[in-house]
């Protein structure tokens, strides 16, 4: 029976060192899965931030848009100005250069005031 006993006890005692070391093993599994709880929810937390801003970020994109469809549409009409009328809209004296362009006949001044440019009779000037 002594034998019986010793050996009862040694698996006794084996067990409860393998039930100890299962604990061990659960308890860091369990805080593993603490730590990667947190982590999961963090990145969710980022990932949900993300998912926010997408439709800002498509309004911003279609503003843009709108803003360069403008440019576009004035780099045509510019295209169109300088084909037609031989003009640049960058270039202020392009209208110098150029014989034709749009109110190139504006520049010339007219010729100054002289006696023989006026008509007025100088002798009703001399009455007043």
């Known amino acids: 029976m002594k034998f019986a006993n010793n050996h009862i006890q040694e698996a006794y005692d084996t067990l409860k060192r393998q039930v100890k070391s299962m604990d061990d093993i659960l308890s860091k599994c369990l805080e593993t899965t603490r730590l990667i709880e947190a982590k999961y929810k963090g990145k969710q937390e980022v990932l949900n931030q993300y998912i926010d801003e997408i439709p800002k ?46 109110g190139s006949e504006y520049h010339q001044v007219p010729p100054p005031l002289e006696n023989n440019y006026t008509f007025y009779d100088y002798q009703e000037v001399a009455k007043v």
């Open 57 to 102: 970020l498509k309004q911003e994109l279609a503003e843009k848009e709108k803003f360069v469809n403008k440019l576009q549409s004035y780099h045509a009409s510019s295209y169109i100005l300088e084909r037609i009328f031989n003009i640049t809209p960058d270039d202020k004296d392009s209208e110098k250069k150029n014989k034709k362009g749009i």
